[in-house]
């Protein structure tokens, strides 16, 4: 099983003291065969977070593939939020920012879910819609099929942000191009569970480094992929916050094309 670990919401900026070091450590520890990061690098967007969150991305246990979120695009300068919204991601993290990889068969693709108008609620844009459907659809069709992107494709009722425009509409295309599994971010709230009536297994990260908790702990994902299983595991920061420690764990399994909670 390919061993992948899920962080989002790293916000730096707004970190607390050694939270990083620990979370670093941890991350490597696990040794996974990949690392995603769900957006929301940095918290105001500014060159000094861009330059940590850059330090932090090169310790991580390779390949990294990042997505940007809304904070990674600038809050206090309009003009060139609207114009170059990704100029210092692509200065620091990557020149793509919606990044592919295939690797132990598996298929993750990135998706920019990150707005340059709509700053928190997020869109997918038609360029950024065919771009993820295409990428989604290339064979071998036999992959596990993982999408990357910040912003949820489906909310539950007590969660207090606004959800992506179209989101529903994008859900469906995105699981008929093939998308099985979607990791994302943005509400700092964990939660794994099967959207649009099973068809895709939707897996949240909290926020990883964030000081900004929504009552949960830092924390982040270990991820096992195979072609029809998915094996959770939420490690989270201790009381203390000494150290990232094995919070939960979960499985979900996929049969005739639904996922459902493993028995």
Same mark, same amino acid.
């Given at each position: ?99 592919? =990889? $295939?690797?132990?068969?598996? *298929? @993750?693709?990135?998706?920019?879910? &990150?707005?340059? /108008? !709509? ?103 270990? =991820? $096992?992929?195979?072609?029809? *299983? @998915?094996?959770?595991?939420?490690? &989270?920061?201790? /009381? !203390? ?23």
């Amino acid at each position: 099983m390919l061993r992948l670990a899920h962080l989002s919401d790293l916000h730096f900026g707004r970190v607390p003291p050694h939270v990083a070091d620990r979370l670093l450590e941890a991350v490597t520890r696990l040794a996974p065969d990949v690392t995603v990061i769900t957006g929301d690098l940095t918290q105001r967007s500014r060159s000094s977070q861009w330059r940590m969150a850059r330090a932090f991305v090169e310790k991580l246990p390779g390949p990294v593939l990042c997505v940007p979120g809304n904070h990674d695009a600038p809050l206090e300068n309009v003009a060139r939020r609207l114009l170059s919204p990704w100029r210092r991601y692509r200065r620091y993290i990557a020149l793509d920012v919606a990044p592919t =990889l $295939r690797m132990g068969g598996v *298929r @993750v693709v990135g998706a920019n879910s &990150a707005s340059r /108008v !709509e700053w928190q609620r997020g869109r997918l844009d038609p360029g950024d819609m065919a771009r993820a459907c295409k990428a989604l659809a290339e064979p071998p069709r036999e992959d596990l099929t993982v999408l990357a992107l910040h912003h949820p494709l489906e909310q539950l009722p007590d969660d207090p942000k606004a959800p992506l425009r179209d989101a529903e509409d994008h859900a469906i295309r995105l699981a008929e191009a093939g998308a099985q599994v979607v990791l994302c971010g943005h509400m700092h709230r964990w939660r794994a569970m099967p959207i649009l009536n099973g068809r895709m297994l939707q897996i949240q990260a909290g926020t990883s480094l964030s000081s900004r908790l929504r009552g949960e702990e830092n924390d982040f994902n270990l =991820l $096992r992929l195979a072609r029809d *299983r @998915v094996e959770i595991e939420r490690h &989270a920061v201790t /009381v !203390e916050g000494e150290a990232f420690e094995r919070y939960a764990e979960t499985a979900f399994q996929r049969r005739d094309g639904i996922w459902s909670e493993a028995d």
